[in-house]
């Protein structure tokens, strides 16, 4: 089995910055894409950002300029690094990977994490 944990939310004045970590542990083979998506109180769960494999990066016009998505290949690890949040920010932030497994021949899968909230202040 795949497991993602996040970390690294909690509460922050407007304008504050803080860094949400994901880490996958299990049965990998490889991890392609790696992504964040959040989903705020009553509303739908929407991407935020996604890194691939090689480091190339996309992100939510919402979010430009002020998050910056980054792995660590060695640690099956993604980050995502906030800075300048808003009130409008806040929601539960998750982590999904796509995850290459051998069993016994190499197929992706996608896991997600379980979610870590993250709440701006005014």
Do not use: H
Request: glycine residues 10%; hydrophobic residues 30%.
């Amino acid at each position: 089995q795949v497991q993602l944990v996040e970390s690294g939310g909690g509460l922050v004045q407007a304008g504050g910055s803080l860094r949400l970590s994901c880490a996958a542990s299990g049965d990998i083979f490889s991890i392609n894409t790696m992504y964040w998506y959040r989903q705020a109180s009553g509303k739908q769960r929407d991407l935020v950002a996604r890194i691939t494999s090689g480091g190339s990066t996309n992100y939510a016009d919402s979010v430009k300029g002020r998050f910056t998505i980054s792995r660590d290949n060695a640690k099956n690890t993604v980050y995502l690094q906030m800075d300048s949040l808003k009130p409008e920010d806040t929601a539960a932030y998750y982590c999904y990977a796509d995850v290459v497994r051998l069993d016994p021949i190499k197929r992706q899968y996608g896991y997600w994490g379980q979610g870590t909230q993250v709440t701006v202040s005014s």
